[in-house]
């Protein structure tokens, strides 16, 4: 159709709304469609001005809207709805057409979406886009996955409305199959370790330190200067300085201590379990949110569980700068087990991801954009191979100089009753992976003893048992 729109969005809440005004003010002409009318109304009366937007108010209408091959991005909400979606459009489309799902998706129903579809000659891509809704009007980071010919359909797309940094725009392939929502559940993953490593340091700044909700913003701000330069450590500091209209207090200080989840991060810890990667900080920073639902019975078992809790006294620089490599460690060692888990899907589900490109892709517009994520870069290009990047000497000499000031930290947070889940399986992780030797040699014998699942020997090949009980 000539004049029509080169693509389509399925989708309007504010997502949706920020992604079709990126693509138009990048000079595309985008078709939209939402199932209430209502929304389309208000997204063009209150937010569309002169951008090249068509609205269209059935299926129908959406479909005859776009240029042949058509290529659509849903932006509607993760699970069954991405389903009634394509099974309404599915009659209306073409051979070689192209449906993208932009949510949040599980990576298997991402692979069952596309040889459904692939049956019926349509092309489908899973998208991971990260920014929230500012980065998706002013420039995401774009994770697509699925054939290399379907992403050539919108590549020059994609790179025009992806977040810029000075490695280029953040956008690329990162493989076949569900590699790109893959890749968007391990980046949530991280996020997820991210911020709850910077909620113990709030809990050890403002519980063991005694330092008021000011200082504490005061440190994430020192801190966004150096290493722990991020969107995240930024964002703490803001939000920590946000005053309640109301009372004036800082507003964090007021919200209800339980952590939501939409679901990646617990896909993403079981995805490791599966596929027998160790990534402990990824899974512990799940385990904290689920564990912070239990309010009423935490606050029982607390009245009835005295602990001294204990304040450090006048906090020093001295231990906030050990407080500040412990963060350090806990995020690199996050990547570490983040990349070691894209390493494996990678191999096990052949998507050819490249990780080099994953790290350049986070660099700017994604929730988990660092300063670190140059340096993992290197590391990664410098041994492609290395799953985990503990064989580089260079990242390890990063975690070792960082552990002994987080072990310190710890010993602090034990004293001060100030649980810190993410930086122990940190530190726990760095430790058992730079052992020879670890007490799973006990585990194994008393598995051959109860259960004859034998054992193998250090000192001769092969496998064996012992009657231990006689």
Known sequence: MRNGGEIGIIGLAVMGQNLALNFARHGFRVCVYNRTPERTEGFLRDRVRDEPIIPAYTLEEFVRCLERPRRILLMVQAGSAVDQVIEALLPLLEPGDLVMDGGNSHYADTERR?????????RFLGVGISGGEKGALLGPSIMPGGSAEAYAMVEHMFIRIAAQSEEGPCCAYMGRGGAGHYVKMVHNAIEYAFMQGIAEAYDFMKTALGMPVEAIAETFERWNEGALNAFLTEL???????RDPESGDPLVERIMDRAEQKGTGRWAAQSALELGVPAPTLTVAVIARTLSYFKTDRERIGAGFPWPDQRLGPFSEGVLAD?????????????????????????????GTDRAEVLRVWRAGCIIRARWLGFLREIVREDPEDPHLLFSARFRAELQQRLPAAGRVLR?????????PALSTAVDYVLSMRRSRLPANLIQAQRDAFGAHTYERIDRPGVFHTEWLD
């Not at 596309?114 to 349509?122: K, P, R, S, W």
């Not at 602090?412 to 810190?420: D, K, L, Q, R, T």
């Open 236 to 242: 703490a500091a803001r939000v920590l300085r946000y």
């Open 114 to 122: 596309m040889q459904n579809l692939a049956a019926h000659g349509i």
């Open 323 to 351: 407080l500040e490599a412990a963060l350090n460690l806990m995020l690199l060692a996050a990547f570490s087990q983040g990349l070691w888990l894209l390493h494996e899907a990678s191999r096990v589900y052949s998507y």
């Open 412 to 420: 602090w947070a034990f004293e001060a009753g100030v649980p810190m």
